[in-house]
């Protein structure tokens, strides 16, 4: 069984996101996602160089960029900047269809001035962690780039001539976003500071969540008190530290659960759940169902 990406991403060192390319060599990704298809609706919150762009199809989620929520329903988008923290869910568990698609920065022209001047004024923007993307106007014009982008990635994109599609859209579409570029707001130190603690105590649980946690080795890592530890992680993860690592490592153990045939009993020790009987009651928590049934419901669909 292929397991999806989506569902158990892959981390970097500094726990940015590994994105899986549709081409591993033309760092462009775009997939068709359902919303019930993760774990209790709810994608893992990550980050990473790439500029993302959620096309909703139909119904709605909600959408956390830095700790902010934007409500996205059908027809509308959003662009997710570079570097910003980000995941879609929904807490009533209302379904969502919708297209996903990353793009690298690393994909256009690498002139020095085109890229600094052009690419890094839309990447850097301190005015720009996410646009809203209604489906008329100039931003419609996004949607209809986003969506042409789709079809061609949907190609053979081991293919040279289905690249030239993409980046012709690609630019379009930074080309519009350059044209709208808000007002440059002076940057907060304070937040970029915040998110440089909370990313820090992040690629610690990447790097130690087989590990037993606690709250004064996050404290230690981020260089922070408890109080401002658990302040970040609801301000911008809206879940305290403890949950954090717990539907972590949970979702971890979905790629030993559905890729491989460990028993239940080897992947609670292996991903730090003590034994298998709180993984089960862990599992069911968050996902309503055993990790038995999640097993079987996921390979026979």
Same mark, same amino acid.
């Given at each position: 069984?292929?397991?999806?990406?989506?569902?158990?991403?892959?981390?970097?060192?500094?726990?940015?996101?590994?994105?899986?390319?549709?081409?591993?060599?033309? $760092?462009?990704?775009?997939?068709?996602?359902?919303?019930?298809?993760?774990?209790?609706?709810?994608?893992?919150?990550?980050?990473?160089?790439?500029?993302?762009?959620?096309?909703?199809?139909?119904?709605?989620?909600?959408?956390?960029?830095?700790?902010?929520?934007?409500?996205?329903?059908?027809?509308?988008?959003?662009?997710?900047?570079?570097?910003?923290?980000?995941?879609?869910?929904?807490?009533?568990?209302?379904?969502?269809?919708?297209?996903?698609?990353?793009?690298?920065?690393?994909?256009?022209?690498?002139?020095?001035?085109?890229?600094?001047?052009?690419?890094?004024?839309?990447?850097?923007?301190?005015?720009? $962690?996410?646009?809203?993307?209604?489906?008329?106007?100039?931003?419609?014009?996004?949607?209809?780039?986003?969506?042409?982008?789709?079809?061609?990635?949907?190609?053979?994109?081991?293919? $040279?001539?289905?690249?030239?599609?993409?980046?012709?859209?690609?630019?379009?579409?930074?080309?519009?976003?350059?044209?709208?570029?808000?007002?440059?707001?002076?940057?907060?130190?304070?937040?970029?500071?915040?998110?440089?603690?909370?990313?820090?105590?992040?690629?610690?649980?990447?790097?130690?969540?087989?590990?037993?946690?606690?709250?004064?080795?996050?404290?230690?890592?981020?260089?922070?008190?408890?109080?401002?530890?658990?302040?970040?992680?609801?301000?911008?993860?809206?879940?305290?530290?403890?949950?954090?690592?717990?539907?972590?490592?949970?979702?971890?153990?979905?790629?030993?659960?559905?890729?491989?045939?460990?028993?239940?009993?080897?992947?609670?020790?292996?991903?730090?759940?003590?034994?298998?009987?709180?993984?089960?009651?862990?599992?069911?928590?968050?996902?309503?169902?055993?990790?038995?049934?999640?097993?079987?419901?996921?390979?026979?669909?």
């Amino acid at each position: 069984m292929r397991l999806d990406t989506a569902l158990c991403p892959a981390f970097n060192p500094d726990a940015s996101e590994t994105v899986a390319y549709n081409n591993p060599l033309f $760092p462009a990704y775009a997939r068709y996602g359902i919303l019930s298809t993760y774990p209790d609706y709810s994608a893992v919150s990550h980050w990473h160089e790439d500029l993302e762009f959620i096309v909703v199809d139909k119904g709605r989620m909600t959408y956390n960029v830095n700790g902010k929520l934007i409500e996205l329903s059908a027809s509308d988008g959003i662009m997710v900047n570079s570097r910003q923290l980000h995941y879609g869910f929904s807490a009533e568990h209302h379904e969502c269809e919708f297209l996903c698609i990353l793009l690298s920065p690393s994909l256009l022209p690498k002139n020095e001035w085109f890229y600094e001047n052009c690419i890094e004024r839309i990447t850097a923007h301190s005015a720009l $962690p996410y646009l809203y993307l209604k489906h008329d106007g100039w931003q419609g014009e996004i949607l209809s780039d986003l969506r042409d982008i789709y079809r061609s990635c949907s190609g053979d994109m081991s293919q $040279p001539s289905s690249c030239f599609p993409v980046l012709s859209s690609f630019l379009s579409i930074m080309g519009i976003l350059y044209e709208h570029l808000p007002a440059e707001e002076a940057p907060s130190s304070k937040d970029s500071l915040d998110l440089a603690i909370l990313k820090r105590m992040m690629a610690y649980v990447e790097d130690h969540y087989t590990e037993q946690i606690r709250l004064e080795d996050l404290t230690a890592v981020g260089s922070c008190c408890k109080s401002k530890c658990s302040w970040l992680f609801k301000r911008y993860l809206r879940d305290t530290p403890v949950t954090y690592i717990t539907k972590y490592r949970l979702r971890k153990s979905l790629g030993s659960l559905l890729g491989t045939e460990k028993s239940i009993t080897d992947i609670a020790g292996e991903y730090g759940f003590g034994g298998p009987s709180y993984y089960c009651e862990t599992f069911k928590k968050y996902y309503q169902v055993s990790p038995y049934s999640y097993r079987k419901l996921q390979r026979t669909s």
